[in-house]
């Protein structure tokens, strides 16, 4: 299974985006999902993720986040998706999925096993 994110790009202070994660050869399965971002000469840093509990889903969130950024998923679809709003110049990074080893939420890097390139995320001043 490999793992692809999209949607990232250029917006100004205040704006939206919306970054996609697909699975493709195969299925996220019964796996939590989880947003990380990077921004220039910083560590990887949590941003979301969802877990896989049947009916309803669990989301985390940072907090420098909370209330700005949504998580979704669609089992069907096999995507991910990370709804951006308010967005911050703070905010620039490059946002990475992945696919976490257990079906419960991490905010743990290294509880992931399966990353995707990442998508350049800009947001200007």
């Known amino acids: 299974v490999q793992l692809q994110a999209s949607g990232g790009g250029l917006v100004q202070t205040g704006g939206s985006l919306r970054l996609s994660c697909a699975a493709s050869?195969?299925?996220?399965?019964?796996?939590?999902v989880g947003w990380f971002r990077q921004a220039p000469g910083k560590g990887r840093e949590f941003v979301a993720a969802?877990?896989?509990?049947?009916?309803?889903?669990?989301?985390k969130y940072a907090d420098s986040v909370k209330g700005r950024f949504t998580i979704s998923r669609d089992n069907a679809k096999n995507t991910v998706s990370l709804q951006m709003n308010s967005l911050k110049p703070e905010d620039t990074a490059v946002y990475h999925c992945a696919r976490s080893r257990g079906a419960s939420v991490q905010t743990r890097a290294d509880q992931y096993v399966q990353w995707g390139q990442g998508t350049l995320v800009t947001v200007s001043s």
């Open positions: 050869g195969g299925t996220f399965g019964m796996y939590a």
């Open positions: 969802t877990s896989w509990r049947g009916p309803g889903d669990i989301t």
